[in-house]
């Protein structure tokens, strides 16, 4: 008999998954909460509120084993189980697992890797809450399903809600979602005029810098019929429609007049001015400022101090001010991100003699790369939005940086020929080590979603100015260090927006007494998680909702969870533990 005839098939994904979990299981229910069966020395245990009432990144079993030994044993989890729909590539074996703790039940999404003695082990685990028993979702529970309508109410100068959203954009909108799905009574307050007017005041040819299906919000997706890139016109209508498919209670032309908190009561006491009607006396448990801080409208536009611009004959916009594209002109665009290549584009093919003033290097890829990084969503790989989230959260973001700087540069080596192209034409690059991840994610600027300007660059029909600082303007454009000159009628600086903080924000709509509480934070904290945002910010009661699409539809649902953990009395009274009923 051949010696070949000995050996065994190789255990299948699903073989390999369900004896993880027992593993898991074991080390879960051991006396000693000894992680070391079932995670490698070098992984990451990331809870979204499945095990405490916060979201965290723990990293090595050592800080896993020490920080989650009472949290695990207190929530006593049980019921564990395998889903359907385990996935294998060439280096990861990843799946869903359900199971309940005392307080609500929850899924898991395990990556799994092999080790040297050919054990598989976890190399992250991501837990989350998904419900509380007994809780019947008032909009469905799948994204397409027919929701039912808020119950209505009767529009008073003192009313009662257990929250108040600030702002009506795609974070405020399906927050008041996710609560009033939790039958929590939520008004959201919005200071334009329309819903989603924050959208359509930028300029004609905005668009997702995503796919569609990466876009979706809670409980009401976008029409199959949308654009695969959705036009910011489309997104407008598209809140709009949201709101009225679920009604939402939206007040509009209106802003916050007066803010008040009262500790003892554990109730904020908010004044709302309306535009042509009654001011309004809110009293509410909870608020929630969703303005856009760091997002669109969020911020004030910044245009860089540069000498001479009053002997400027022509015009000078910020991007925030461009609407549509002028026919004819010479123009100079001012920056290296999204917004000044779009409008660069948008400029040439309308017939303007375009250059980008490219300042530092921009990290670029092409859409077809980010097609790739989000295969979950789009093309073979498209899984239900719910189930495709969880899976994108599968590697925490500490991880995914750490490697970022390798695997996502080698995941985009089909762009190599597109930035040797852009290179040759004076575009600046980063270096490899600073990844478009990085940018995109830690740093939020820097970088640029191909939608088309690359090859205008690359034929010549946009000038790439790069290299030199500008010195001063002149009657007819820009002068530069070296001298050399960019003859301009008009000048647009994409320069982006000054940055703030939740702090900022917090006093700018409530005051320095409030503002004093909030922790001034902001971006991501240590272990690469939103910091101070869809999580406790430091005043009690006062949360911040910030961030795109895909971050209004996932995280609105944890911050929505943990303001019904507080309703319930689920929390400890320094609020940083679970306290079953």
Known sequence: MSSTGNISPPLSSEVISSAWLSALISDLSSP????????????????LLAFTPDIR?????PTMEQFLSTPVSVAQPTGFQLLSGVRRTTTFIQGIIQFQTVIAQCTGVFTLTQCEDSSWKALSFVTMMERF??????????????????????????????AVVVGAGQCGLSVAARLENLGISTLVVERLSSIGNVWRSR??????????????????????????????????????????????????????????????????????????????????????????????????????????????????LHSSQYKSPC??????????????????????????????????????????????????????????????????????????????????????????????????????????EDSFL????????????????????????????SGHEISHFSPT??????????????????TGYSRTTIKHVAESLFGPKVADVVRDVGGWDSDCEPAGVWRPSGHKALWFAEGDLFAARFYSQFLALQIKAREMELLSPDQRSYVPK
């Open 133 to 162: 028993p007994g809780e019947i979702d008032r909009f469905g529970a799948r994204l397409g399903r027919s929701p039912l309508l808020c119950p209505p109410v009767e529009w008073n100068t003192a009313m009662e809600f257990t």
């Open 203 to 316: 300029y004609k040819s905005l668009e997702t810098n995503t796919p569609r299906a990466y876009n979706h919000l809670p409980f009401f997706p976008f029409p199959e019929t949308s654009h695969e890139y959705v036009p910011s016109t489309d997104v407008a209508d598209h809140l709009e429609n949201y709101q009225r498919a679920l009604g939402l209670h939206v007040l509009t032309s209106a802003h916050i007049s007066a803010v008040s908190y009262d500790s003892l009561a554990g109730t904020w006491t908010i004044s709302v001015s309306c535009s042509g009607r009654p001011s309004i006396t809110v009293t509410a448990r909870h608020l929630i400022v969703a303005t856009g801080v760091g997002t669109l409208g969020g911020a004030t536009p910044v245009i860089p101090s540069i000498p001479g611009k009053r002997s400027f004959l022509g015009s000078i």
């Open 327 to 432: 026919i004819g002109r010479k123009v100079a665009v001012v920056g290296g991100g999204c917004s000044a290549h779009d409008i660069a584009q948008d400029l040439t093919n309308k017939g303007s003699r375009t250059v980008l003033i490219q300042r530092s290097p921009t990290a670029v890829v092409s859409r077809e790369t980010i097609s790739r990084m989000l295969s979950v969503y789009v093309g073979q790989d498209k899984l239900p939005t719910e189930i495709a989230d969880r899976f994108y959260v599968a590697l925490p973001l500490s991880k995914a940086l750490r490697a970022s700087k390798h695997d996502v540069d080698r995941g985009a080596d089909i762009d190599r020929d597109l930035k040797e192209d852009l290179s040759r034409h004076g575009y600046l690059l980063p270096d490899a």
């Open 32 to 47: 000693s909460f000894s992680l070391k069966t079932a995670f490698t020395d070098d992984s990451y245990w990331r809870d």
């Open 57 to 61: 990144t723990l990293h090595t079993i």
């Open 477 to 494: 454009g820009l002068v530069f260090d070296d001298g050399s000159r960019v003859e301009a009628d008009l000048v647009i600086f994409a």
């Open 438 to 465: 990085h940018r995109l994610v830690v740093r939020r600027a820097g970088y640029y979603i191909d939608r088309g300007c690359a090859k205008l660059i690359t034929t010549g029909k946009i000038t790439v100015k």
